[in-house]
């Protein structure tokens, strides 16, 4: 079977959890989606994105729309914490967009937000959608450690059982 591993990431946390995939599959292609090759000549696609304004970043949106058909397990990291319903709305709404392919599982796990974007958050009125409330402040330093050793043995285990199950 023959197995592609394409991410979008731009402080580089989904790239770690697709490093981690890959080091469980060693024998699936590893590329950034930018570089990611026509995804025709692959059996399953494991597409890894991050959550930016509740949807699939721009450069994983990009690829998606060449991924007619395909297979595809879906990976993403976001600032929130992935058992939330936020998380799962989000990873609906991402699975939404892949609705000409058949999305076989997904993964989700918390990432570090741009330090930058948490600055002009901490700038904002607390009454502002993004204001920095106790509950967000508590959450973005919660997001600093991740992903974490725990998350990318959990992606690693996750795309072992992908695999195992097709
Ligand atoms: C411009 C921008 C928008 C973001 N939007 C969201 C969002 O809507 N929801 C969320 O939970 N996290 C959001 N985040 C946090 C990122 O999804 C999170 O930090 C992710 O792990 C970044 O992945 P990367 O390091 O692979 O780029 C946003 C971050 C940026 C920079």
């Not at 080091?23 to 959550?51: K, M, Q, R, S, T």
């Not at 297979?71 to 967009?97: H, I, N, Q, R, W």
């Not at 959990?154 to 992908?162: P, S």
Request: charged share 25%.
């Amino acid at each position: 079977m023959k197995v592609l591993v394409a991410y979008s990431s731009a402080t580089g946390n989904t790239r770690k959890v697709a490093e981690a995939i890959h080091l469980a599959l060693p024998d699936a292609d590893l590329c950034p989606v930018g570089h990611a090759p026509n995804p025709e000549g692959y059996d399953l696609v494991f597409l890894g994105c991050w959550i930016d304004k509740g949807l699939a970043d721009e450069a994983a949106r990009a690829y998606m729309s060449k991924l007619h058909g395909k297979p595809v397990a879906l990976f993403a990291t976001l600032g929130a914490y992935p058992d939330s319903k936020y998380a799962a709305d989000c990873m609906d709404a991402v699975s939404e967009l892949l609705s000409a392919c058949t999305v076989v599982d997904r993964f989700v796990c918390q990432g570090a937000i741009d330090p930058k974007l948490v600055e002009w958050m901490k700038g904002l009125p607390k009454d502002h959608g993004y204001g920095p409330t106790t509950s967000r402040k508590k959450l973005w330093r919660d997001a600093e450690s991740h992903p974490d050793d725990a998350d990318l043995e959990a992606a690693a285990d996750w795309a072992e059982g992908v695999l195992a199950a097709l």
